[in-house]
T-cell receptor
Framework: AQTVTQSQPEMSVQEAETVTLSCTYD???????LFWYKQPPSRQMILVIR??????QNATENRFSVNFQKAAKSFSLKISDSQLGDAAMYFC????????????FGTGTRLKVLA | GAGVSQSPSNKVTEKGKDVELRCDPI?????LYWYRQSLGQGLEFLIY????????KSGLPSDRFSAERTGGSVSTLTIQRTQQEDSAVYLC????????????FGPGTRLTVL
């Protein structure tokens, strides 16, 4: 069965510094997508970044980038130049594209940004 | 345009009562999802509607849970004979076509079962 693991329940970063949130997953599928979603205190979940497993190039979205290591089944999120507005819960998610729909979320990492 | 909306934003009910939670997806989005988020937990997939296909109900935790999507738009999640362990935030999301597209989430409904 597919699983998504976020081993850091909470992380802190100083404003303007860089932080990396880790995510590992387990799957026997070869085609899948990985996502990082952000959930601020307002509760509304929004997409941060999306990675297609068949693409070797790491996805980047402004200050957010991923380090996708397919063989190691690792999908970490790097936030550069951290801002106070980055404080939120961050969820790693996996969806398979083969067979039955399977969308699996990790348990999340709470990111605190210190002024 | 408007995002995904959910109502009510908060619902308090007594154990044993039935509740209905509503989700209005983004217009034109054919895929709709329901998730449950318990305190300190990640999102638990409940059900997935894709166009006119039969919904994927594989995540529903018991037969007390059911969902409908009328006219390919609005969806209602119904929980019958609520239990205290049903207390959670219920999130709805929609995407343009399918599961690999970006999901746009609603603000959720916080359900408290006393």
């Amino acid at each position: 069965a597919q699983t998504v693991t976020q081993s850091q329940p909470e992380m802190s970063v100083q404003e303007a510094e860089t932080v990396t949130l880790s995510c590992t997953y387990d799957t026997s599928e070869s085609d899948y997508y990985l996502f990082w979603y952000k959930q601020p205190p307002s509760r509304q979940m929004i997409l941060v970044i999306r990675q297609e497993a068949y693409k070797q190039q790491n996805a980047t979205e402004n200050r957010f980038s991923v380090n996708f290591q397919k063989a190691a089944k690792s999908f970490s999120l790097k936030i550069s130049d951290s801002q106070l507005g980055d404080a939120a819960m961050y969820f790693c998610a996996y969806v398979t594209t083969s067979g039955t729909y399977k969308y699996i979320f990790g348990t999340g990492t709470r990111l605190k940004v210190l002024a | 345009g408007a995002g995904v909306s959910q109502s009510p934003s908060n619902k308090v009910t007594e154990k044993g009562k039935d509740v209905e939670l509503r989700c209005d997806p983004i217009s034109g989005h054919t895929a709709l999802y329901w998730y449950r988020q318990s305190l300190g937990q990640g999102l638990e997939f409940l059900i997935y509607f894709q166009g006119n296909s039969a919904p994927d109900k594989s995540g529903l935790p018991s037969d007390r849970f059911s969902a409908e999507r009328t006219g390919g738009s609005v969806s209602t999640l119904t929980i019958q004979r609520t239990q205290q362990e049903d207390s959670a935030v219920y999130l709805c999301a929609s995407s343009i076509q399918g599961a690999t597209d970006t999901q746009y989430f609603g603000p959720g409904t916080r359900l408290t079962v006393l």
